[in-house]
């Protein structure tokens, strides 16, 4: 028990954590009326995002693409030479499929986030599965959605009494990034040229920049909706 608490308050890093998301795919969406669908969507790119800045290994799953369409392109572009992971048996349990169990079992990560559609089905379903696996497992509250207010509300209550750990974005990629001199950041104000300085967040528009990649996220006042805009691509030339 002791180590269970103990491994819990250890915070998440690029070391011990991988990302999974499920299932964004264009009918999944379509669906969802529990939220809003934009906030949802650039919640998912914005964590995929942070990730690929901050060198998170990132697990991708898919149901029945033929039908439900194929995973958003604002999230695979990203991590271009990578493999969506469609599901041979349709499960609503991302972890029942082989390959997308594996892939996270061969990262040998204890932490692993999840988010998905619909929050209480295959984001859910995979989330309980991850805890039998022994994970911890921490679900991306605020990148999901279901059909209805209900069935996101008690699908979240559901993965909370089983044990999962609660996190929105902006505390996943403070967290993720553990302090502002995270080597694999600049942060500078929008319109200046970013240099290998890096800048404390400032009144003024700023950026997060990955060093060794072109993706830049800018924020326009505050940290939340910085969070927000990591969800769009910038050019890093600037």
Not at 26 to 43: E, H, L, Y
Not at 119 to 133: D, N
């Amino acid at each position: 028990m002791a180590n269970s608490i103990d491994g819990k308050l250890e915070l998440l890093t690029d070391k011990n954590s991988v990302l999974v998301l499920v299932d964004y795919q264009p009918s999944m969406f379509k669906s969802v009326s529990s939220g809003d669908k934009t906030i949802i969507k650039n919640a998912a790119i914005g964590a995929a995002k942070a990730a690929s800045i901050l060198g998170v290994p990132v697990v991708l799953s898919s149901i029945n693409p033929k039908s439900l369409g194929d995973f958003i392109p604002e999230i695979t572009k990203i991590f271009p030479n990578q493999e969506v992971f469609a599901r041979k048996t349709p499960s609503f349990d991302a972890f029942e499929d082989e390959r997308t169990g594996n892939a996270v079992k061969k990262l040998c990560r204890k932490k692993v986030v999840i988010s998905g559609l619909w929050t209480s089905m295959c984001f859910a379903y995979t989330a309980l599965h991850a805890l039998k696996e022994e994970y911890e497992v921490y679900g991306l509250i605020d990148a999901d959605g279901d059909s209805t207010l209900d069935a996101h509300k008690y699908g979240i209550k559901r993965m909370l009494q089983a044990g999962v750990i609660p996190i929105t974005l902006e505390s996943l990629v403070s967290e993720w990034m553990h302090d502002w001199n995270n080597p694999k950041i600049d942060i500078c104000p929008v319109g200046a040229t970013c240099s290998i300085l890096r800048r404390l967040m400032a009144p003024a528009r700023w950026c997060l920049r990955a060093r060794s990649e072109n993706i830049t996220a800018c924020d326009i006042s505050s940290l939340t909706i910085f969070y927000r805009a990591l969800s769009l691509k910038r050019s890093t030339n600037r």
